[in-house]
């Protein structure tokens, strides 16, 4: 048995709810949701031109607020028909009635979700939970790696 699994607290079961989630892909643009920067929206590109890690399709919050709401929709309003990056959510190089749209579905809420929403507070350390996946793969032998 790996060290670190020997060195757990007795009882305290495997998370392999947590293991499956990494490995998850729920919109399936081949982007893990562990990666991703729009979980339930396909984005294979990963666009994010404000670079917040919430990719432009699911990211109308302009000022930073973690809400999208009318202070947002003012700032839209001043780049609508413009070629404004960060406003063109939709990505296809024109801020327009599209992005209305996307804008609109995340009204009142917060940008995302993304990874960084599902990310716990502190850094997490996963590599145990890949040497386990390892070890549910390769079976014995991981003595010692711990
Ligand atoms: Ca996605
Ligand atoms: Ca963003
Ligand atoms: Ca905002
Ligand atoms: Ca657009």
Not at 8 to 14: F, H, M, Q, Y
Not at 24 to 31: K, T
């Given at each position: 048995m790996p060290q670190f699994l020997a060195d757990?607290?007795?009882?305290?079961?495997?998370d392999f709810a947590l293991l499956g989630r990494l490995m998850?892909?729920?919109?399936?643009?081949?982007?893990g949701d562990f990666h991703?920067?729009?979980?339930?929206?396909?984005?294979?590109?990963?666009?994010?031109?404000?670079?917040?890690?919430?990719g432009n399709i699911v990211d109308a919050d302009f000022d930073q607020s973690g809400l999208v709401d009318f202070f947002d929709l003012a700032q839209f309003e001043n780049r609508f028909?413009?070629?404004d990056p960060d406003a063109d959510?939709?990505?296809?190089?024109i801020v327009d009635f599209f992005d209305l749209a996307i804008l609109e579905g995340l009204f009142y809420q917060a940008p995302g979700a993304s990874y960084v929403d599902a990310a716990p507070a502190a850094p997490m350390d996963i590599t145990p939970l890949i040497l386990l996946g390892m070890a549910e793969g390769a079976g014995a032998g991981m003595e010692g790696l711990a």
């Open positions: 757990r607290e007795p009882g305290l079961p495997i998850q892909d729920s919109d399936g643009d081949g982007v991703d920067n729009a979980i339930h929206v396909p984005n294979a590109d990963q666009r994010d031109t404000d670079g917040d890690g919430h028909f413009t070629q959510l939709n990505g296809d190089a």
